[in-house]
């Protein structure tokens, strides 16, 4: 029979977090296999876990998936662990559940601690529809196309954030997003847990005065559809009535329906559109 894989949640601060259930788990499997094996004895020795450790992450993520799914096919049972929080969130995890997945090995998650989930629910900003962006990327022109996507996007965004790059990117937030509702989340879990709610200039403004210290995450109002109405109607104010036809006609409405959404779009009786299209006193 083949083993299993378990993707064990760990603290990401406050060790009292750390469930019964992984503390068993770790004992009782085979091999461990852990982001930075440096950080995680810290954690295994305190809740005095012997099982063998070997690493796992970023840069040797696809051949050592290729070993780790090689044990289980040959019986043992690997349990996963990050740095902090749940696995194969914004850490390689994922490339080892995929093979896994091909191999058909079996995978379970211990739930636990997940920074992105614990910054939301402290942000005080709308938790029903939102997207997580972990970090962003460092290519610049991929950046760029992921902000220009977050500028139209309406959930609430959840980005995370080293303290050297912090500054940087709340300049570019505020580039791409302009002024916006922000709650800044660091430390958390732990003794010195910062909770701040503000505006991106603001917070912008404050960290070219103060260093950051700690991880961030930093969760931003995504745009409301009144600013989403507003710019529409910003864009339809610089069109004359017939460039504003024309758009609707190009995405393939007929002349009788696009006039009435441009009348309506301009809140004028549907005849005054006529009157431009097709002259006064024409019916």
Request: glycine share 8%; with cysteine.
């Amino acid at each position: 029979m083949p083993g299993m894989l378990y993707l064990c949640a760990t603290p990401i601060g406050n060790l009292g977090d750390m469930t019964p259930r992984v503390v068993e788990t770790l004992q009782n499997v085979d091999l461990i296999a852990a982001e930075d094996t440096r950080n995680s004895i810290k954690l295994l020795n305190h809740f005095g876990i012997r099982t063998s450790m070997t690493s796992y992450h970023e840069y040797n993520k696809v051949e050592k998936a290729d070993y780790l799914v090689e044990q289980m096919q040959q019986g043992k049972n690997v349990a996963l662990i990050s740095d902090a929080g749940t696995p194969a969130i914004s850490d390689p995890g994922e490339v080892l559940v995929q093979k896994c997945q091909e191999r058909g090995i079996a995978v379970t998650s211990l739930p636990g601690p997940a920074a992105c989930i614990t910054a939301l629910t402290l942000s005080g900003l709308s938790s029903r529809r939102f997207c997580f962006e972990g970090f962003l990327p460092s290519d610049k022109k991929e950046k760029t196309q992921i902000l220009a996507e977050l500028k139209e996007e309406s959930r609430t965004i959840v980005i995370y954030e080293a303290p050297h790059h912090l500054v940087r990117t709340l300049g570019e937030l505020y580039g791409a997003l302009g002024e916006r509702r922000i709650t800044l989340c660091r430390e958390l879990t732990k003794k010195f847990e910062t909770i701040l709610p503000t505006t991106i200039g603001e917070a912008l403004s404050l960290y070219e005065r103060e260093e950051p210290r700690g991880e961030y995450v930093l969760v931003v109002e995504g745009k409301s559809l009144r600013q989403k109405e507003e710019e529409r109607q910003d864009s339809w104010q610089s069109m004359t009535v017939e460039e504003h036809m024309a758009l609707y006609e190009k995405g393939g409405m007929d002349q009788k329906t696009a006039m009435k959404q441009v009348a309506k779009d301009r809140g004028v009786p549907k005849r005054e559109i006529y009157a431009v299209i097709h002259g006064p006193g024409m019916h």
